[in-house]
């Protein structure tokens, strides 16, 4: 996979991925000034470095710029969508609300051992948006997390019968799951 440097064409892969594509009228001969003002200007970004950035990310095959019926259609090849998928993944977190709703997110999950890496990367994720493991591949989270999980799944391809989520109101002996995660009794 393809290694990006600059949080310009970080943000330009992760705006495509977002958006599915960019679609610009082409008659204008300012067509980057366009594309700049639309999708990048008030981010810090200079007109030069995202025109910079589109070029480096087009000659690495990250992203296809094509025109076809005075429109320039601007979007993701599959190795661009990866690496954008890589970057979403990284900014990933879970919002904690003010109170907690008294119900625990158990992540069960049983992937196969021909999917190890996949399996050991999904814990991974999971350590480090700070589920708590009640045992290998059982994991527990106070507050809504489904999308998050959902996107984690998605990313590594797996199925739902790798991986559930359950929303339960009790565990047995709770208070070390309460201290960890400082929930009120």
Excluded at 145 to 169: T, Y
Aim: charged share 30%; aromatic share 14%; hydrophobic share 40%.
């Amino acid at each position: 996979m393809a290694k990006i440097q600059g949080t310009v064409s970080q943000e330009i892969l992760r705006a495509c991925l977002t958006t599915g594509a960019f679609v610009l009228a082409a008659q204008s001969p300012y067509f980057w000034l366009r594309m700049y003002r639309q999708a990048f200007q008030g981010k810090g970004f200079q007109q030069k470095q995202v025109y910079d950035a589109f070029r480096y990310l087009r000659k690495r095959n990250l992203l296809q710029i094509q025109k076809y019926n005075h429109q320039i259609y601007i979007r993701l090849t599959e190795e661009g969508e990866k690496l954008a998928g890589k970057f979403q993944l990284n900014k990933l977190a879970i919002s904690t609300p003010k109170r907690w709703d008294r119900a625990w997110r158990l992540i069960i999950f049983d992937i196969p051992e021909k999917l190890k890496i996949k399996r050991e990367a999904f814990r991974g994720k999971l350590k480090e948006l700070g589920f708590y493991p009640l045992q290998k591949s059982i994991w527990a989270y106070p507050y809504p997390c489904e999308k998050e999980v959902m996107l984690l799944r998605e990313f590594f391809n797996l199925q739902p019968r790798h991986i559930r989520i359950l929303e339960v109101q009790k565990i047995e002996e709770d208070d070390f799951l309460r201290s960890h995660f400082k929930c009120e009794k």
